[in-house]
């Protein structure tokens, strides 16, 4: 196969110390094709790609070059098979091919070490099954798991061998490894083998410094009963490839299911930076651009956002907003809008979260409302809700068909991450149907509409931000003490908190301060003294990390809400 090189990898990038030594006589093809490895590990597959094409320029027979090629330009898990592009695949299959070539000349076998023999020929099963069509597509992941799966019994104490295999499992059933409901492994996935493998792994040497592992194991984790037990590794990838943006990310996947926000927002600020770094390089032009790594740059800001808002640091929520806006200018939402729209209207979450009504009245539509239909739709949502906290009950209720018929335009292909665009907007109709209710006095239809949201939102797949970045209990919850229903209110805090084992253990918003305050509130305000005093220091706690002052779960309470305005 031709290869064409594109501009030097970036080469000052600091990918730490992991190294795997290949067949090869060259020192720039094997220097190359270690931080290749580093990258695919990382998800920047672009990079990796670029990497392993030239160590094969620097040992044309450098069969593990062509393996990590082919590798690289394949599906992951958060690339299914329909993102690879047909030009991806044919030089991911021709790479594959010219791998298996190399170890084989003339019908002899070349000397090269016997597990890496293993996995090329285990990866002809990813390119090479003679199928048609998508269930082609599947068989190929499976065939490839099995091949892999025989790899692994062969070589059990090879850690890269254990992560391919760990990465090969989780392909077949990506983002599916637990069922949320009952926190036990999703029916047909391989999660307890996956687990096993991982956890073997990390007893052998090296084990708990390897970035693929560590990588695996905390999206092996995150959806399960328990991700607190990710935390030392998510603590041991902190750092470990300090170049790589999406691993230095990578903890903050745990780091939020814990509730320790403000390692969220340090480790995606190191993340941030990281990716600004690697763009620097001519050879990142296309990601600039729009390429599909333009994804995790853009999930590291989403995610500051996130953590930001969940402690209350509204100034840091809203400079990562304009710092997002500019990853997200028109020629990168023009290039992949399914892929990336959603986003742009994430500064409407902020918004609503820290009260900003006014700004809310005064933000802009989007000038291209053809291109920004999600835009368009929070714009008109966030609108239609600061009008309501205001008492401009009627202005609200022309934004919010404004908001109905902007609805109608999202394509159902339009998605943030794993959830469809329309999912999320649903959610954001039932929470304005509850709003504008509740200020027309109309309670009992107000709570109706907020319950209608909570379950919306509980039931959207798994994301980590959540598809809805305020959780629709804190304003429910606000509601209802307003009206003086405590008891209830207090069993919605709780649910938000993870104190009542009620809801799946990803939906548990441990030590926000939101829902804090208003648990304390309630506890108060029911004489449980006890339980309030208990919960004060940790209250205490978080109060300090934010930069406003907390008074409820949301500022749609409408005392907040005038002080707000």
């Not at 019994?153 to 992560?163: Q, T, Y």
């Not at 069922?179 to 999703?186: E, I, S, V």
């Not at 390089?281 to 994804?295: N, Q, V």
């Not at 023009?334 to 979450?349: C, K, N, T, W």
């Amino acid at each position: 196969m031709s290869l064409e090189l594109d501009p030097a990898p970036h080469a000052s990038l600091d990918l730490g110390s992991y190294s795997r030594p290949i067949t090869t006589t060259s020192h720039s093809a094997q220097t190359h094709f270690t931080r290749g490895l580093i990258w695919s590990y990382a998800f920047n597959h672009s990079e990796a790609a670029s990497c392993f094409t030239h160590a094969a320029r620097a040992d044309p027979t450098c069969a593990m070059a062509y393996w990590g090629l082919a590798y690289a330009l394949g599906p992951n898990y958060n690339k299914p098979w329909e993102y690879v592009s047909a030009p991806e695949l044919e030089q991911a299959e021709a790479a594959a091919r010219k791998a298996k070539e190399l170890i084989v000349l003339d019908g002899v076998n070349v000397d090269v070490q016997p597990v890496e023999r293993a996995i090329i020929e285990a990866l002809q099963h990813r390119y090479h099954v003679a199928m048609d069509g998508e269930l082609a597509l599947d068989r190929r992941n499976e065939a490839y798991a099995s091949a892999m799966g025989n790899v692994h019994a062969a070589f059990p104490a090879d850690l890269d061998v254990c992560a391919l295999y760990a990465d090969a499992l989780m392909n077949l059933t990506p983002w599916a490894l637990w069922d949320l409901p009952t926190g036990l492994p999703a029916p047909g996935a391989s999660t307890l083998t996956i687990k096993s493998v991982l956890e073997s792994a990390f007893a052998l040497p090296g084990g708990l410094q390897h970035p693929a592992l560590l990588h695996f194991y905390i999206h092996l984790m995150e959806m399960s009963p328990r991700p607190e037990a990710a935390l030392p590794h998510a603590n041991a990838l902190r750092d470990l490839v300090p170049g790589a943006g999406h691993l230095q990310h990578m903890p903050t996947h745990i780091d939020i299911l814990c509730g320790d926000y403000a390692s969220a927002i340090t480790s995606n600020t190191a993340a941030i930076r990281a990716d600004e770094e690697y763009l620097r390089s001519p050879r990142a032009a296309e990601e600039r651009g729009g390429g599909f790594y333009t994804l995790y740059r853009v999930h590291n800001h989403h995610f500051k956002i996130y953590a930001a808002m969940f402690a209350a640091q509204s100034r840091v929520a809203l400079a990562s907003v304009q710092e997002l806006e500019k990853v997200l200018n028109e020629d990168v939402v023009s290039a992949m809008p399914d892929l990336v729209e959603g986003f742009a209207g994430i500064r409407v979450h902020v918004l609503v979260r820290f009260g900003r009504w006014a700004d809310l009245c005064a933000l802009p539509l989007p000038t291209n409302t053809d291109l920004y239909l999600v835009t368009t739709a929070m714009t008109h949502y966030g609108k239609a809700i600061a009008l309501a906290a205001t008492g401009r009950i009627t202005d609200s209720a022309t934004e919010q068909s404004l908001f109905r018929a902007s609805v109608l335009r999202v394509p159902e292909s339009r998605m943030l991450f794993n959830n469809k665009c329309s999912d999320i907007l649903a959610i954001a109709g039932a929470m304005l149907d509850g709003e504008l209710a509740y200020r027309r006095g109309d309670f009992s239809r107000a709570f109706t509409d907020l319950q209608k949201a909570v379950r919306l939102d509980d039931a959207l797949p798994y994301d980590e931000p959540w598809g809805w970045m305020q959780p629709t209990r804190h304003a429910y919850g606000a509601l209802l003490v307003e009206q003086g229903r405590t008891a209830d209110a207090v069993r919605v805090y709780a649910a938000d908190l993870g104190l009542d084992g009620g809801v799946a253990r990803p939906l548990w918003h441990l030590n926000n301060v939101w829902a804090l305050s208003g648990y304390h509130e309630c506890l108060v305000g029911l004489g449980r003294d006890e339980e309030a005093r208990a919960v004060e220091p940790v209250l205490r706690r978080a109060v300090e990390g934010a930069n406003i002052p907390i008074r409820s779960s949301c500022f749609c309470r409408l005392t907040e809400a005038k002080k707000a305005e």
